[in-house]
């Protein structure tokens, strides 16, 4: 079973949703694909953490070959390509690794070398494996990241738990391509309805089915979020209530399910359900 979460925005509860779930699950995968800003290690804090490079193919020029004929410049839709000064500069920060230049040259005169934008770490907290990815600093893009963080959990026989990035982004859309079920993570507010909207509609485009998990519940309070679940047909597979305790220990990077029985059952709950709708 592959589990996406998904939130419109950042501070929903996403990640506190994915890490618990896989924490109560008897083995799992927890793969974090929020590689801007990954947290999900900080409460796992895994053991035999193994690093890897991740890189992407860039053009480099031999200026001994090249004369100048602009074809791959014209090519370029991403102007990562400049001819100045009679010689060839790249520009790898808005190269898209397409090849394309170097199959249009005439004259052979492009190469591809390998060039870092990030790192996927692996480790192990108790039966959990956990794959974090993070993207270098001033990267504009992780999608090689996220693809190679879901070709390793692939791998895996476990249930796998995806924390995708909030939004709805290309990043968003690589995380949930191959996912069974996705999890929609809201909170009680306007403009958190709003954004449960744009993911609602992703998993919609990409024809998964879903069900949603509304966090941060008052009761008695109006919760846009839950309307917005019932007068559109999204199932609600949970509401978990605002708590001061739980919010405790989110801060402290605890994992809420590995401390207090309670909040144990609560995810086995939810859990649970997840199986039933998945089949």
Known sequence: MRVAVLSGKGGTGKTMVSVNLAAVSRSAVYVDCD???????????PDGVVRETVTVLVPRADPERCDGCLECVRFCRFHALSYSLD??????????SCGGCSVVCPREAISEHERGIGTVDTGRSG??????GTMDIGEAIGLPIIGRLLEKASAEDDD????CPPGSSCMAMESIKDADFCILVSEPTVFGAHNL?????????FGKPVGAVLNKV??????????????NGIPILARIPFDLELGRL?????IASWADTGYERMFRDLLERITEAVG
Do not use: W
Request: charged letters at 30%.
């Open 35 to 45: 590689v801007e800003e990954p947290n999900g290690h900080l409460y796992f804090k």
């Open 87 to 96: 010689r060839l500069m790249v520009f790898d920060d808005v190269c898209h």
């Open 127 to 132: 039966d959990v494996v956990v794959h974090t």
């Open 160 to 163: 796998v738990f995806i924390d």
């Open 197 to 205: 909207g744009m993911v609602a509609e992703l998993a919609r485009v």
């Open 218 to 231: 008052i009761e008695g309070e109006e919760d846009p979020s839950e309307r917005f679940c019932i007068e």
């Open 250 to 254: 989110c801060s402290e990077a605890t």
